[in-house]
């Protein structure tokens, strides 16, 4: 069983910086950490490799100071570390960016499932996976909590409208996991002495055979057009007297500002 793990780079909070003339994230000079999200959807599958056998690919697409990123979904149990890396991607809106994926993933099948975090917590779209199964053709799901084989069939618990609907499928197929469905384990040891001798598997846009006009900014049909920090203003009001005047002034205030 061949399961593959999109993981993805997002900035660290208070690192984050904006190229001025693309409205993008500059990603090349952000600290990177592993989305959270896509923590459990690794966990997931490493406990299906347990269960089951197998493998545990994890892929990425991301500019090269990522790959250190790739390594630690290795320490918590992925068997292998595949990187994307081209300038051609940057600037991918979730059309483009789920188009790469795709690429990527034709080179690693055969593959049993694609597994990936709900969302990002630098975009927070949650269509990823979804746009990356119609580019493969395959059966999306979203909403995973829990997974598990039954013969030559998978089932797999999903949330839907606050209830859990469960749904058998044979495979392959594209899955988003639900945060907080499983419980994330430390780094292993052994694999922190181990990862020191690996390195990832690098493809640019051209060894995948991309589309050039699917990648980047003239892939990415959606556009931001400005970005700016929002500007609050704020009014200090201090009211003095008395207990009793006080209470009068502030009921007054309020009624004169519609609040009561």
């Known amino acids: 069983m061949h399961l593959i793990v999109c993981v993805k780079p997002v900035p660290k909070p208070g690192t984050v910086r904006v190229d001025p003339e693309t409205h993008t994230l500059r990603r090349e000079s952000a600290e990177l950490i592993l989305n959270p999200p896509d923590l459990y ?19 990425m697409m991301g500019p090269p100071n990522a790959a250190p990123l790739l390594r630690e979904a290795f320490t918590l149990g992925a068997d292998e570390m595949v990187l994307l890396s081209d300038r051609a991607f940057a600037g991918s809106d979730t059309l483009a960016t789920s188009y790469a994926l795709s690429q990527g993933l034709r080179k690693l099948e055969p593959f049993d499932l694609v597994l990936m975090g709900k969302a990002s917590v630098d975009g927070e779209t949650a269509q990823v996976g979804p746009e990356t ?8 799901l979203t909403q995973v909590t829990r997974i598990f084989r039954e013969g030559d ?3 797999a618990e999903r949330l839907l409208d606050g209830y859990l609907e469960e749904v058998e499928f044979s495979g392959p197929a594209v899955l988003t996991v639900e945060p907080e469905t499983v419980s994330l384990r430390p780094p292993s040891l052994k694999r922190l002495l181990a990862v020191r001798e690996r390195e990832p598997r690098v493809f640019s846009a051209e060894a995948l055979g991309c589309d050039p006009e699917k990648l980047g900014l ?29 209470v009068d002034q502030l009921v007054s205030l309020l009624r004169e500002r519609g609040l009561i």
Do not use: C, D
Not at 218 to 246: A, D, M
């Open 41 to 59: 959807a690794l966990e997931m599958a490493v406990e299906l490799r347990e269960r089951y056998g197998g493998k545990v690919s994890a892929l």
């Open 218 to 246: 003239s892939g990415s049909p959606t556009q931001v057009l400005s970005v700016f920090s929002p500007e609050t203003e704020k009014e200090r009001l201090v009211l003095s007297g008395e207990p009793e005047e006080v």
């Open 133 to 140: 199964a119609a580019w493969l053709g395959l059966p999306s």
């Open 153 to 155: 069939l998978f089932v």
